[in-house]
Structures are given as C-alpha cells and as structure tokens.
C-alpha cells in the first residue's frame, strides 16, 4: 500500500534550549501496551560498563527497532550527534557513524569531563533526541513520576480531586443525600459567585462530580479508584438522544455499557447525537471494543502504519440492539477531536453508521508507548523512553497525522443545516446539532 505523507521527511531541527526538567505537557492519551509483535525483547547485545554509555546504547537500539520510521544507522547516529553537541559543546565529527561510534564519543565525554553532571546531561541528551523525532515533540524521556502521570491520565484518574468534597459529601452517602447535595451546592454558587466566568467554572466542577458519584455504580467505582466516568447520556428531544464521549479510558466500553442501561426503557428516539467534539482521546487498544457495538463484530475497524507495514485491527464484540435501533446518527467532530477519537470517527465514516458533523479534526495521527529501560543512569530517577511506534491511517488509509478525518457535514459552510437536512429529514436532530454547535 502507498501511504502518502502529509508532512516532510526527515527534518533533525533541533530546539535550542536546555531542559531545566523531564516533565512532559499536552495530551498524550495512548495505550501502554502492544500485540505479540510489538514486543520488547531486543536482540541480545552487549553494553559498555559506563553507565552513560550504556544507556544510550539500549536508547539507541530501542529507536532503532521500535520507532515508526524506520532510520539508517548515519542517520540515527547524526540525530544523537547533533543533540550532544547541543548539550556539550561542539564536538568532533563522528569517526563511526554508527552506535559504537556513537559510544566512543560519549565514553570519551564521560572520561575526560569529571567535574560535569554527566547523568543529567545524557538524560537532557536523550529527550533532545526524542523530541526531534518526527513528529517533532511527540516522543520524550520519562521519569517515574511523568510515567505516573501518564497512566492516571489515561485511566481518567486525579489524585488531586476529592468530588465528594466537591460536593460537601462523604463517600459513604446515600444516592439521595448525594443529590440533595449536588443541588444545595449548585444553589450556593449560584446565589454567591458574582464573577460569571467563576460562576461557570464551578459549576462544571459540580456537574463533573456529580456524574463520576451520581449514581450506585460510578459512586462504586470512583471511591475505590477514583476513575471518574468518560460518558454522558441524556434525552435532548422525544426523538433526539445524546451520547457526549469525552475521552477513552480502560473503562469506556464500561461507561457505555452503563450508559445504555440507563437509557429509558420507553425511549423511542430515531436520532442519535455523539459527540466526540474536544475529545482528546486516550487508551486505543479498547477500540476493537468500543467499535463492536456500532459496526458489527470481526470488522476491520481500523489500521496502524509502522516501518512501510500496516496492521489490521478488527472489532471483537457484537452490535447492540439499542444502537442499532438509531436510524440517524449524526457523530459531531471538531479541530479538539484528536487521536484515537480520530481514528473512532474515521471508522464510523468508512462503514457509514453515523454523519460526520463539524470541523475537520486535529490530526494528532501518532500512537506512543512507554517502553522501559534497563541501563540507567542514575539510582535517584527511573527513566523509561515514551515513543511514537505507529501512525493511525483514516477511512481511505492514508495518514491522519497532519491531516485529520474531513466531516461529511462542514458547518463552516453556508448552507450546512439545508446539508444536513438532505441525510436526515428531521428537524428536532438538526435544531439539536445547532445547538450543540453553536454552544462551542
């Protein structure tokens, strides 16, 4: 298959400045774990005895093998080059431009430098290194604590956030205490809070909390996890219901399940709503999940492009009834949607289960894993290399990094809702899109 780049190849600019930390910003919602053939195992080498050398040696070989680009050694080597003169001056060209001639040079730095913090300099080195792999930024050096952060990330969880005292409860409260709660609180703000924008923002904080501890079940799970809930599901209209994804975690096909069940036994809706609108996406391995109950099980849902290959991905559950029973779906996007959330809506695109709506999406194409190291330099900080291993390709298989997935519907266009009109001849679901469009 021909994949057709969005973007240039290989292009090493390197930032210049030096990382005062290893902390890690933006959204990086991906899955941590791969299939058999991504594994870890490397081929059997052997490592210097110099701590900075050796790890950039197992760094080297670990992009060498799982990057998704694949690099000739003169051009990996140079990358590394660059980055250590960057940090340590200008340096001699690279008699071997190869990993051995790569840890000639570093153990030369190590051993005729001994007054230089040599750990975090290689460390400031290696996360140069990574960021200027393409697309530049996406790939970093982890410590523990950003590799903690990332999975509390992905699994939907603040440590720092206690929503039963947002509500001025207590984790073993009655559902009807927690409501009556919910409601005294959204009254307090209301009638005190003179700054509108301070207003809306607590507001939301209360909506949030009482959604992850509302009912029996997220009550359950958020005060043994504190995972909070990733779905919402509400009537817009008799005939219009609404399904807001906010992000994908391990517990999304989860929240969906529930959602469904507490959909009304006597809705007779015709017109679904999802929103992936700011989505910012998250844990993709459970896509093969998710996507089941909207495509049908052992579809190919979705593919992955590493090294000049592409790996299928098919749906491993069935469709339920209940969505099913939606005969306009309208699934609404923006320029927030990124990620997997692309990948979801590039699916439901190609088998035509829903009518893309709104803006086209971010183009955050990547997928990245936390892969661990083995030699490190320092017993104070644990590093591990967060890397990207893969693009996502959109319905036409082509890469959506940089592009994006393009809606069927673009609301940026005059005449939009008459467009919309044209797929589904329901006013109450076009009224409803508006609304939802027009509230961004």
Known sequence: MKIRLTRPGWRFVLIFLLLASLTVGGYWYKFKYLNSQMATSQEAVSYSSVAEVAFIEEAYGLINQHYWQAMSDEQ??????????????????LKEKNRAGLAKLVESLVGNQPDKDHPQLIAQTLDL??????????????????????????????????????????DTATAGAITTAYQQKKEQIEQTVADENEKTQQLAQVERAYQAVGDEVSRERYAQTKVEPTILGKSLSPQVYYIKIGKFSPTTV?????????????????????????????????????LGPFIGKGQYAYQFFSRGETSDFKTVTDRIEQIANFKQVVVLIDAQTQSSAEVMAATL???????????????WGTVERVFPLEKQISQAIKYSVFLVHSLTLDENGQPIEGAGVAPNVDVTKPGWQTELLGYFNNLQLVDAVKQLVNDK
């Open 76 to 93: 990996l080597s140079d990358l590394f080059f660059q980055s250590l003169s960057r940090v340590y001056g200008s340096q001699p060209q």
């Open 129 to 170: 290194v990574l960021q200027n792999l393409q697309p530049f930024g996406r790939s970093r050096l982890y410590s523990q604590g950003d590799e903690t952060a990332l999975q509390n990330t992905v699994d939907n969880v603040d440590p720092t956030t206690n929503l039963f005292e947002t509500l001025g409860t207590i």
């Open 254 to 290: 989860e929240d969906l399940a529930s959602i469904l069940k507490k959909m009304p036994a006597d809705n007779h809706a015709q017109a679904l709503v999802l929103d992936l609108q700011a989505n910012v996406g998250g844990a993709i391995d459970g896509l093969p999940y998710f």
């Open 349 to 363: 695109k190609k088998y035509g289960v829903g009518v893309l709506v709104g803006w086209t999406t971010k183009g």
